[in-house]
């Protein structure tokens, strides 16, 4: 081939691949495209040509993130507020607002509360018939007030973090197809006394704050797996959850049902604010069983708690059967008073396959801590479907010794394994 062929050859291939660029690929895979960009980036992509003109409209994800390249809450508010306007009511599948500058802007404004738009901008997601709706706040709380109320048929996954809901009741069900709710990152429940919605199967709370002068209700009766991991306040009240697998509990160290009186659930001290600091609508909280009546009919149960944290054994005072579980994982808050908790909570899983104890160095001290109402040393019967006890620790010392030697009165054989110093659960 001539040099001059090879040009002109070249200089065909390069035509065609102009014309052959991403403007031959069709509108829905652009719009695809589009939807993996932030918001405000992918809107700029309307000044490319007349076809580009309206896609960005048409992305099913809007995404608005990385608001610290905006100066104040008024432009970033500005924006959102003009992408919503121009961009119309066509259907949405996600839409997340991820909010990482706040508390530097509510200095530089004055404003407590410098996201009040914030509520609108839900209220446009679901006329757009979105799926999952994501409102990310990483920093000081976005006030959620009564206007906080949700209503869609399309709605399924709802993630939330860094809000503070000032209503007294989180009612979901007019969201009938909503089965996913995560309040992660720290949501402030410090006056809602309900959350309620008979649609949800997988709801986790991640590090929230909840009240310490009344109990908040959680109503899920179709709850599959609960996750309520380092909660502040009082642990809320589980009501009846008949379809629950699988859940998850671990109150924070520092949270307001501590009790250093006594390891049996309930102190007599008048003044303990972990026994008798709080009494719901219903009357005297000592009254009820507080999680391990929701928990009751859960497949798979991990409750994990500080050794002052009396809820769990507070509850195994009214002897909550669980007659489905069949895995169980629990640390030391279980051991004291020559292992009462322990034995109550074998007594009534008559189905328990697998059990994990978690042992630690306070371990010790719990079990010699005899009182003389303690409950059982030995329970009466254990489950015929447990036969190997796992018990992790990370060093074997006089607790996980103790620990060794009641099991072996249940007629188990017990596999200890040492977990690695750095390892936290």
Request: proline share 4%; net charge neutral; charged share 25%.
């Amino acid at each position: 081939m001539s040099p001059k062929q090879k040009s002109l050859r070249s200089k065909r291939m390069a035509e065609a691949s102009e014309e052959d660029g991403i403007d031959v690929l069709p509108d829905a895979l652009l719009q695809h495209i589009l939807s993996f960009l932030p918001a405000e980036d992918a809107v700029k992509t309307c000044v490319l040509s007349r076809r580009w003109r309206h896609l960005w409209k048409l992305t099913p994800i809007l995404c608005i993130t990385n608001t610290e390249r905006w100066r104040s809450p008024k432009d970033f508010i500005k924006l959102v507020n003009h992408l919503v306007l121009f961009r119309g009511s066509s259907p949405l599948h996600k839409f997340e607002i991820k909010i990482n500058s706040c508390a530097h802007w509510m200095i530089m404004s004055g404003d407590s509360n410098p996201f009040h738009c914030a509520i609108m901008w839900v209220m446009y997601a679901l006329m757009c018939q979105v799926q999952v709706l994501t409102i990310k706040n990483m920093h000081a709380y976005i006030e959620m007030d009564d206007g906080f109320s949700l209503f869609s048929r399309h709605l399924t996954e709802l993630n939330l973090s860094g809000l503070d809901f000032r209503k007294f009741v989180l009612n979901f069900s007019s969201c009938p197809a909503l089965e996913y709710i995560y309040f992660s990152a720290s949501c402030c429940f410090n006056s809602v006394e309900k959350i309620l919605s008979q649609s949800v199967k997988y709801l986790t709370f991640d590090f929230p704050e909840f009240s310490e002068h009344h109990r908040t209700h959680i109503y899920a009766p179709n709850l599959i797996t609960l996750r309520l991991d380092d909660c502040w306040g009082r642990v809320p009240f589980l009501e009846s959850m008949p379809s629950l697998i699988a859940a998850f509990v671990r109150p924070h160290r520092d949270s307001d049902d501590l009790c250093s009186n006594t390891y049996s659930g309930n102190c007599e001290d008048e003044y303990c604010h972990g026994c008798y600091g709080m009494v719901d609508n219903a009357g005297n909280d000592s009254a009820k069983c507080v999680l391990l009546g929701g928990l009751s009919e859960a497949k798979k149960l991990e409750l994990i708690a500080g050794p002052e944290m009396r809820i769990f054994r507070s509850d195994l005072r009214w002897c909550p059967l669980f007659s489905k579980l069949k895995s169980l994982l629990l640390n030391e808050w279980c051991v004291a008073n020559n292992f009462w908790a322990l034995a109550c909570i074998l007594e009534h899983s008559p189905v328990l396959l697998k059990l994990t104890l978690q042992i630690s160095k306070e371990t010790k001290p719990m079990i010699g801590a005899v009182e003389n109402y303690s409950a059982l040393v030995k329970p009466a019967a254990i489950s015929k479907h447990l036969k190997v006890v796992k018990v992790h620790c990370k060093e074997v010392d006089e607790g996980v010794c103790e620990t060794v030697k009641f099991l072996s009165t249940l007629d188990v054989v017990v596999l200890i394994r040492r977990m690695d110093r750095s390892t936290n659960r």
